[in-house]
């Protein structure tokens, strides 16, 4: 494979970028906005600038007959509604960062998920120390929380690792899911998240009123960058440069995401919290990332 380009490490930045600040939007927006709401408008921007994508680009979509469909359909539930709706309630609960650290952990829920359910992605013992390693973290990250009982601050924990849990269900649901373009596959799926969300938001019985500029803008700016236009970047790197230099965002993300809520929410992280990330990203590392090949003599 050749050298990456500048265009492929200026994609790779954004992605860190965008991703790394989705949460702190987040935290601005369900201050004002409730989780669900928030969930359901941040789809239907998405599905409004990925829609303005399709029309740009002339692309069309499948037969209603198609197998992606029903592809599509459940992971929009799976993989969008039900673990964005989480984060966003996790959100009124713990700081940005600590919800992105849990986000950090999907490889590695993935990789268990994966060796349990998709023949041919069984762990080596490389593998196993990282999943090891990393759920080391994740008890590092939450054991304390949980040992003074079940706080807000725990059960917001337990909703951002469940939404982690979520999105590697989504990960392997993507292997099985008929190929299409990358716009046209995020537009379906954001569609049915959207829907999906919506159905929540409305028999949760939810308060919508109009929030302030800021928050408003947050929830704009979550469905056009890291919900809609980030998918695009994340498929494009990977059939650029495939999944070893695309999952160096997944690492760098949380450590961004880490100093926006320093920087502008004024979070400060325990020593636990860096501990538990510098564990979860080693079992990252071990669990995903595919040694060198050895050059022929």
Not at 38 to 57: D, F, K, M, Q
Not at 187 to 204: D, E, K, S
């Amino acid at each position: 494979m050749t050298r990456p380009r500048p265009t492929d490490w200026l994609v790779l930045a954004a992605l860190v970028v965008t991703w790394g600040s989705a949460f702190a939007l987040l935290k601005i927006a369900v201050a004002h906005i409730a989780p669900v709401w928030s969930t359901a408008i941040r789809l239907w921007v998405a599905v409004a600038v990925l829609g303005l994508v399709l029309v740009i680009r002339r692309e069309a979509l499948p037969h209603h007959s198609h197998g992606a469909w029903r592809f599509y359909l459940v992971n929009g539930l799976v993989g969008m509604a039900a673990p964005f709706a989480l984060f966003a309630l996790a959100a009124e609960r713990i700081p940005s960062a600590l919800n992105s650290m849990c986000n950090g952990a999907t490889p590695i829920f993935t990789a268990v998920m994966a060796h349990l359910l998709v023949p041919g992605e069984q762990m080596n013992a490389r593998k196993s120390v990282g999943v090891g390693l990393g759920f080391a973290g994740l008890l590092v990250l939450v054991g304390p929380k949980l040992a003074g009982g079940l706080s807000l601050e725990a059960s917001g924990l337990l909703m951002a690792l469940a939404a982690a849990a979520l999105y590697a269900v989504s990960n392997i649901l993507t292997k099985q899911t008929p190929a299409l373009s990358p716009a046209v596959g995020a537009w379906m799926m954001c569609l049915a998240g959207a829907v999906f969300a919506t159905i929540i938001a409305v028999a949760a019985r939810a308060p919508l009123s109009w929030p302030p500029f800021g928050a408003a803008l947050a929830v704009v700016l979550h469905g056009t960058f890291p919900t809609a236009l980030a998918t695009i970047g994340w498929v494009y790197l990977i059939q650029r440069r495939g999944t070893l230099f695309t999952s160096m965002a997944v690492y760098v993300a949380p450590l961004w995401a880490t100093g926006v809520g320093m920087l502008f929410l004024d979070e400060r992280p325990s020593w636990t919290a860096f501990l538990a990330l510098a564990l979860i990203l080693g079992g990252v590392g071990l669990a995903t990332l595919q040694p060198r090949a050895k050059s022929p003599a």
